[in-house]
T-cell receptor, first 112, second 113 residues
């Protein structure tokens, strides 16, 4: 069964810290992997998309890496700000599947 | 602005009263999909559509119907809603193929009493 695990489930850090969110998936045969941000009760905002042939993608203070062979992706957030507080979801698209498979997310709180 | 829109955003209804949640995208995307999000269960796919007139079941299709008569619209129909369909629903779309980014709508919070 294709599953996605995100660790930690929740994280609380002071403003300004650099932090890493982890995502692992059970099947290395993926087309791509997306990282999303979700604010409470709101929709999903796509942050980064990494294709299976890529190692990393960057957008501003965000950097996502992909190690397909080990079934892992990490989201690195530099110089965290209170506005970064949200739940972060990773979602690979496994080969042969017409859907994204989501992890349970990491709930991030940045304290001023 | 490129976007996926859903209506209504909030809906409270009673068991058995048919309802439709609309989804529309203005990006000329081939692929559209519906997910539901529940605490502890995460996001699960209900139905998807690869193109006009082509739809298929996702992981949790029971109690739902969809149609894709036009490329831009993909409504979700609950013929006889039940309380276990109380959830947060998301519509998504993408260009299609294997490599493209999926864009999500703002969500519809449905409560069935």
């Amino acid at each position: 069964k294709q599953e996605v695990t995100q660790i930690p489930a929740a994280l609380s850090v002071p403003e300004g810290e650099n932090l890493v969110l982890n995502c692992s998936f059970t099947d290395s045969a993926i087309y791509n992997l997306q990282w999303f941000r979700q604010d409470p009760g709101k929709g999903l905002t796509s942050l980064l998309l990494i294709q299976s042939s890529q190692r990393e993608q960057t957008s501003g203070r965000l950097n996502a890496s992909l190690d397909k062979s080990s079934g892992r992706s990490t989201l690195y957030i530099a110089a965290s700000q209170p506005g970064d507080s949200a739940t972060y979801l990773c979602a690979p698209r496994f080969q042969g599947a017409q859907k994204l498979v989501f992890g349970q997310g990491t709930r991030l709180t940045i304290n001023p | 602005e490129a976007q996926v829109t859903q209506n209504p955003r909030y809906l409270i209804t009673v068991t058995g009263k048919k309802l439709t949640v609309t989804c529309s995208q203005n990006m000329n995307h081939e692929y559209m999909s519906w997910y539901r999000q529940d605490p502890g269960l995460g996001l699960r796919q209900i139905y998807y559509s690869m193109n006009v007139e082509v739809t298929d079941k996702g992981d949790v299709p029971e109690g739902y119907k969809v149609s894709r008569k036009e490329k831009r619209n993909f409504p979700l129909i609950l013929e006889s809603p039940s309380p276990n369909q109380t959830s947060l629903y998301f519509c998504a779309s993408s260009l299609g193929g294997r490599a493209f980014r999926q864009y999500f709508g703002p969500g519809t919070r449905l409560t069935v009493t």
